[in-house]
């Protein structure tokens, strides 16, 4: 094993020497040390002793991956968002400068995992718009093991909080399978949510293998709020780990959904950023580019990248809308510093246990770059999912109806910030989250500190590394070589390189010479101080469908040059001046592509709403009976009743003064309720809070034995109209119009529900009532879809 630092004991070094080299995983149970005669007299007893598999002293790890949270963003580095953990981790370790993702959730955390490039772990993007080409299947093989079934086969607790986004959408009922659960991948123990994201107020939660509900407080609150919610869960599981197993090291992986889409958090975390912003992104990005230079994080000849012509400058911003926006980026750094908080109860609890000093800290500082989702700012970021068009006015006017300027980053808005914040917190770069081809998407901070094996050294390690790094750099701390075998499964051969060998020294030359990007075809790639890169069809601050996506031809794209030993923001095109060095690289990235299953470029881009959205993962089946009322179907994996031409038929008695949820799919965010207020049958077609359509019976219902039908039929294409018809026992009793239907889902964490609605309420009609639970009886509900 390379030298790990001149901090680390002579006796942990050569305990690592005696450790035998294991390639088949798990290891083979030890034998018994007894001996059997025909009788206890004849027999000799002798304890057998469990062979240990790691050096005496394995560090504990403490993965900590904040999520889409852009390089200018922290404080630590020069940004405008207190992080003071991120800053406690730096100032006690080392940070990396040149640290990347690959640019997108799903497939930087499998990258992350399994030390594997995405697409040769089939997460060429996230697993909500998976497809059936290798590389972009959502499913990580069992032919790449993840670090959490390593280090668990050698002795570790392991265990995951938080954002899972590495299962097959169809995958995540209770009745799993669960090979692909967090449980099936490693960790003994999972609490968080399996989807890319979810309410901060009303999450859908998984512990292990099991559906649970929220507590109804977390953080010593009287609220309930998910990041706190998983730091007290992993506080908790650290005070069992120390308790039933101290002689075990531990491998926790925290992973806060913050801050992704929706930004939500308590009032006066935002509040604590009133005012700071009110000049806008333009000018925050000269701030945070002069305070980076100043701390050293990027070198004095960096230049500052200009904005897009496509994304709007602050001065372009009507004074009437400006409130709005620089709440939405007061919210985001609230939220992001809540994160960071939290993060930071997680490391004093392990320092109250007295293990800090032996614990091996990587707080990555998002999967991918700040998000640009949320497109002009939203109230509902899942509109720019669907590709459906909205305008600032829409979601003022929505948002004025539902309480104005307060009650952004509560439980009645999925807001998300304007694009313009989120290429301002990529300070100095180019570009954003889903764009592989700048670093603005791909470059994220990252702090290392392990107090008894890393001396403090303030110089930034400027070596280009990325996830897949990671995993080898826990291997070769631990002595443990690449298996070849894991629980049955040959293994692919492992994409990371260790960067132990960067601990102790700043200046120690790089060993990652190529690193290839593409999500959803803004690829790049890297080689020895080079980066090609282009952007591909779409810009993702651009809402609606890209123009000239249906003739787009990755063959025709135009590549960029950079030489980012001289150029660090990737300020200067040299395409024109070495077209020969662009063409070397470009083949490059062909072999790479071929090697990492990531054909056909743009892959990842196949089931969305700019071309097949009826691919898009969904359930095999197309008519579904229900006996009984039945709550908590993830939408994934639910009926898409506002995609497809649907019927749904019910068998309802209905009482006196009948009120309730006959069935509700999704949440306030976006969603389709079908209800019983004061007698009269409802429907509702909530797309994302920008555009409610409401149906009403011109009658009431009769009470007794009835049968309720709402037929919603397709009137050209997925995304378009629906017209949707009541009935009730055979007879319309309305009829309406949706004017836009959704492409894609509702959301990624809410679920469908029949007799109740256990989610966020999908109507204002009856928020305060929620959830409505129908005060008759249901009987079989059947849903087919209609051709």
């Not at 798990?26 to 007894?34: G, K």
């Not at 059936?132 to 995951?160: H, Q, R, W």
């Not at 901060?200 to 292990?208: A, F, G, S």
């Not at 994996?637 to 949820?661: D, E």
């Amino acid at each position: 094993m390379k030298r790990l630092s001149s901090f680390i004991f002579f006796s942990y070094l050569l305990s690592l020497s005696v450790i035998e080299a294991q390639q088949v995983l798990p290891f083979p149970p030890t034998p018994s040390a007894s001996k059997p005669g025909v009788t206890m007299e004849t027999s000799t007893y002798k304890k057998r002793t469990e062979e240990r598999h790691l050096p005496k002293d394995a560090p504990n790890i403490l993965i900590i991956l904040i999520d889409d949270a852009g390089a200018g963003a922290p404080s630590a580095y020069g940004g405008e968002v207190n992080t003071p953990t991120l800053s406690r981790v730096a100032n006690q370790g080392i940070s990396y400068n040149r640290f990347h993702s690959t640019a997108m959730c799903s497939p930087t955390r499998a990258a992350l995992l399994t030390g594997r490039n995405h697409t040769r772990v089939g997460n060429g993007q996230i697993a909500a718009i998976a497809n059936d080409f290798d590389g972009f299947s959502g499913i990580i093989p069992k032919s790449c093991a993840t670090m959490a079934e390593v280090l668990k086969d050698y002795g570790y607790n392991t265990a995951a909080f938080g954002k899972w986004h590495n299962t097959p959408e169809d995958q995540i009922t209770s009745k799993g399978p669960f090979d692909f659960w967090p449980t099936g991948y490693g960790f003994e123990y999972f609490y968080g949510f399996l989807a890319g994201e979810a309410s901060q107020w009303e999450p859908t939660l998984v512990r292990n293998n099991n559906y649970v509900e929220h507590p109804k407080s977390a953080g010593g609150h009287t609220y309930y709020h998910l990041t706190e919610d998983i730091a007290d869960d992993a506080i908790r599981w650290l005070r069992e780990q120390k308790a039933y197993a101290p002689d075990k090291p531990f491998f926790l992986y925290w992973a806060p959904g913050a801050a992704h889409g929706p930004h939500q958090v308590p009032k006066e975390w935002a509040d604590k950023y009133k005012g700071k912003f009110d000049d806008g992104w333009d000018k925050y990005r000269e701030r945070v580019f002069a305070r980076e230079k100043k701390m050293g994080w990027i070198p004095q000849n960096t230049q500052l990248t200009p904005r897009p012509a496509s994304m709007a400058s602050w001065e372009s911003i009507p004074e009437s809308e400006k409130p709005f926006q620089r709440r939405l980026m007061e919210i985001w750094a609230g939220f992001a510093e809540h994160a960071d908080y939290n993060a930071g109860r997680v490391i004093d609890e392990i320092e109250k246990m007295g293990k800090l000093d032996n614990t091996l800290v990587f707080y990555i500082w998002g999967d991918n770059g700040s998000s640009s989702e949320g497109l002009h700012g939203t109230i509902s970021e899942q509109l720019a999912q669907n590709g459906i068009p909205t305008t600032i006015g829409d979601h003022i006017k929505a948002l004025n109806e539902l309480g104005g300027l307060d009650i952004l980053g509560g439980p009645k808005t999925d807001n998300m910030f304007h694009a313009g914040w989120a290429w301002a917190c990529s300070t100095p770069y180019q570009g954003t989250k889903l764009q592989g081809a700048y670093f603005g998407g791909t470059r994220q901070p990252m702090a290392i500190m392990w107090p008894k094996g890393i001396k403090h050294d303030a110089t930034a390690r400027s070596q280009f590394h990325h996830v897949v790094d990671i995993l080898p750099t826990v291997y070769e701390i631990n002595g443990i070589p690449n298996p070849e075998i894991v629980n049955g499964f040959a293994q692919d051969e492992i994409d990371g390189v260790s960067m132990v060998y960067s601990f102790d020294s700043a200046s120690a030359a790089g060993r990652r010479h190529i690193q290839f990007f593409d999500i959803m075809a803004s690829r790049g790639i890297y080689q020895d101080g080079w980066f090609a890169s282009a952007r591909g069809p779409r810009e993702p601050w651009v809402g609606g469908i890209p123009k000239g996506i249906r003739e787009w031809n990755p063959l025709t794209d135009e590549w960029q040059l950079y030489h980012i030993d001289e150029d660090w923001s990737q300020a200067n095109d040299l395409a024109a001046k070495e077209p020969r060095k662009l063409g070397e690289l470009k083949a490059l990235f062909l072999t790479e592509s071929a090697r990492n299953k990531n054909l056909p470029i743009g892959g990842g881009l196949w089931s969305t709403p700019f071309y097949h959205p009826e691919d898009a993962p969904a359930s095999p089946f197309t008519e579904w009976s229900f006996d009984h009322p039945i709550v908590g179907m993830p939408e994934s994996t639910a009926p898409k009743l506002g995609k497809n031409s649907s019927s749904v038929k019910m068998n309802v008695k209905v009482p006196a003064r009948a009120n309730g949820v006959l069935y509700a799919l999704a949440g306030f965010s976006g969603g389709i309720t079908c209800f019983v207020k004061d007698g009269y049958l409802n429907y509702e077609f909530n797309l994302f809070e920008v555009e409610r359509t409401k149906i009403k019976s011109k009658e009431k219902l009769p009470v007794g034995e009835v049968t309720i039908e709402v037929e919603s039929r397709l009137v050209d294409k997925i995304g378009g109209a629906m017209n949707v018809i009541l009935r009730v026992n055979g007879k319309t009793v309305q009829e309406g119009l949706v004017p836009r239907a959704m492409s894609l889902h509702f959301t990624s964490n809410a679920t469908f529900d029949i007799g109740t609605d256990l989610d966020s309420p999908v109507s204002l009609d009856y928020f305060d009532k929620a959830p409505f639970t129908f005060n008759g009886t249901i009987g079989k509900t059947e849903i087919r879809y209609l051709r």
